[in-house]
């Protein structure tokens, strides 16, 4: 795709302009006597004229008609029709055409003008392999091809080829590869998500257990500045406990929940979308490959048939007229029509697969760098939430330094003094 | 124990000198003649002179001795008797006497000149009640007692009575009281290390949680910078638990192992020695306690022997003779000396376990402020522990929000595409 279609266009119609110009002043510098004049109704419309003059078969014309045709006319037209060509031919080949005007060229400038053995053959050289329908260049052949995104490692430039299946004859597309990513990336986020999850039922575990020991009345019966310090300490397990359980709370509705409903259910259809529009594209495109493949085998069988017929009549081994080889020419032709038809339709179909392919694998680039961040955003989350745990848990900590500051045996004696003295009257000595 | 001894010492000698210098005055004024004075081979020397005066049976023999004296002689007597008295018994009244010698005066004192009734009753008033053995003063008699360390709410104030148990009718001696309270603060230290037990079971239970969590190989598959932080995140579980492990193994041995080892066996031990020891003080007590009772009672018999032996003399009831009433004197006054030995040693007793209660109460009263003291320390041990452990659990977020810092989609898609790219030729034209 290295010239833009309409280029192309343009030069292919100069040369038919040229050639026309060219055979037209060469049928006239030949066939000045209306005698030999090709009369219009003897060539079926302007347009078969034209068609007819693609190859050249006039020149058969001019050499098998009954009425001789002075050598010096012959010369000319020769001349003439020669020059054209050359002329015309200049537009068909561009700077950097792929060859196949070029061989055109060679092929039609080999062929010794007597010679009628046209080199055909039936498996007429295409220029460029296919693999699986798609159609590269061959290596070292054609201009260099530049990096649609370079240094990017864009998924754009990387996944043309099928990949082979190393134990199989199967091969997946480059597309599909690219697919399996985002998939696996789905099942990434669910695993992440079970992880959390497991996370939650630890701390949960936790935080019960804690729960149940503040209630302990272990060394409940404590007094005092002690007693209040100790009382205090055992809250705070549950303490502790509430903080962690809002730990788990947090990471169920701002970590596990999020990745489990991140690109819920319609990501998975959207994904099966890309691929098999992507897929048909590529099954069209091996349906138009198998067209030309056909295509081409008719043309090869219709120019065999016209060489046989030919030979044929050369050697004046059959009772063909000129009709059948004129009928087996125009086939020859139209089979020719066709193969250019079929081979057009399969580049497009390409062209088209080619743009859906960097437009998709583009979007799938974008929803793995969105993938990626989302996912270390949420697990930012997770390591902020283990921050605030962290602090939460070393405020629990705070009034049980404060009570333990304020233990006062003093104190915590005069209050069980206080309570539990039994008389405070001192005795004194026995007198009679 | 208001007064020291040697005063109160002081005091009696006084008494008994002017008491003895006014009878003898009495006994010259009252018996001039021979023939009425009182032979000393008849009163068996001095002492018994002396103690033969200390009630004043001398009345009586005044009174009833065959050889009437002179009424004015009589008179005479008593007055000089009397106010003798007065000025000895003055000596006795401390200015803050418990009563008993005031009581004695009055006694004394309310005796009807002309009566010979003893108001001596078997239960001679002891001016004092005894508690369980243990003598208090009379509420609002005597002296106001201070306590011996004032504002300090010491042990050694407020346990001297026994304590009575609300159902039955057994009490509780106050020292008892002081010691459960030791062997309650023994319970509570236990009660306290079982509490941290569970504590350290929990964090185990945790830690093996985490731990396992850890190796989950869920997500293993995320690659790149991503799978790194997401590596990361799973290995900073690991070390989440190697904190509570570590936190643990040190509640195990800086709080739960000192709370179960400090003040081991020895310590029950060392207590019944001072249950044991204050236990006898008190069984002496008891002891001596009756042995004044004991001597009470035979006081008492005696002088009842004595009052109903003089009785029968004066109404010529028996054929008792004076012979019969000096032994019975005699004896009477031997059991007033053995109840004073008695008392004294009820006192001497009485003082010893007191000392004892006050230096034993003040080491009970050390040993639960060290108790205290100990485990405020302790508790802070296991405070500063949780501090460390929340910081030291902050410290394991640290490296995986270093690498979730360094996610980068662009590079994971290179490291990825690099891996996992199929082909970089692109598609082109098919040419014919």
């Given at each position: 795709m290295e010239e833009p279609v309409q280029v192309q266009v343009k030069r292919v119609c100069m040369f038919w302009f040229c050639h026309i110009i060219g055979v037209f002043i060469s049928n006239e510098l030949c066939t000045?006597?209306?005698?030999h004049r090709l009369t219009w109704p003897e060539v079926k419309g302007g347009v078969f004229y034209i068609l007819y003059n693609f190859l050249p078969f006039y020149w058969v014309h001019l050499f098998i008609s009954p009425q001789g045709i002075p050598k010096r006319r012959k010369f000319l037209f020769v001349l003439a029709l020669c020059s054209s060509l050359c002329l015309s031919g200049f537009f068909l080949c561009?700077?950097?055409?792929?060859g196949s005007p070029n061989l055109l060229m060679s092929d039609r400038l080999s062929?010794?003008?007597?010679?009628?053995?046209?080199?055909?053959?039936?498996?007429?050289?295409?220029?460029l392999p296919q693999i699986n329908c798609v159609t590269f260049p061959l290596p070292g052949e054609g201009p260099e091809q530049q990096l649609l995104?370079?240094?990017?490692?864009?998924y754009c430039d990387y996944f043309w080829t099928d990949k082979k299946d190393p134990q199989g004859t199967a091969s997946v597309a480059g597309f599909e590869v690219l697919l399996q990513k985002q998939l696996k990336g789905k099942q990434m986020q669910k695993e992440m998500a079970e992880f959390i999850h497991e996370r939650i039922k630890i701390e949960e575990e936790y935080a019960k257990n804690l729960s149940k020991l503040s209630l302990?009345?272990?060394?409940?019966?404590?007094?005092g500045t002690l007693g209040e310090a100790w009382t205090q300490l055992k809250k705070s397990l549950h303490d502790e406990a509430e903080v962690h359980l809002k730990f788990s709370n947090k990471l169920h509705s701002e970590v596990e929940k999020p990745l489990l409903t991140f690109r819920g259910d319609n990501f998975k259809k959207d994904l099966k979308k890309y691929d098999h529009h992507i897929a048909d594209l590529r099954k069209q495109l091996a349906s138009r490959y198998a067209g030309v493949e056909k295509a081409r085998k008719a043309l090869a069988d219709r120019q065999k048939d016209l060489e046989v017929k030919t030979q044929q009549l050369e050697i004046k081994?059959?009772?063909?007229?000129e009709e059948d080889i004129k009928k087996a020419r125009r086939k020859s032709t139209q089979a020719g029509d066709d193969l250019m038809r079929c081979v057009d339709l399969y580049n497009q179909t390409q062209s088209k697969w080619f743009e859906e392919m960097v437009t998709t694998s583009m979007e799938l680039e974008k929803l793995e760098v969105d993938r990626i961040e989302w996912i270390q955003q949420h697990l930012r989350q997770y390591t902020t939430l283990r921050h605030e745990t962290d602090m939460f848990n070393q405020s629990t900590v705070e009034p049980v330094d404060q009570l333990l500051q304020n233990v006062d045996p003093a104190k915590d004696r005069e209050l069980w003094v206080k309570e539990?003295?039994?008389?405070e009257v001192r005795p004194v000595d026995m007198d009679i």
């Open positions: 000045l006597d209306e005698k561009p700077p950097q055409a792929h062929l010794p003008i007597c010679s009628i053995q046209m080199k055909l053959s039936s498996s007429l050289p295409l220029s995104k370079p240094n990017e490692w864009s302990s009345p272990l060394a409940a019966q404590e007094e081994l059959s009772n063909k007229t539990n003295k039994t008389g």
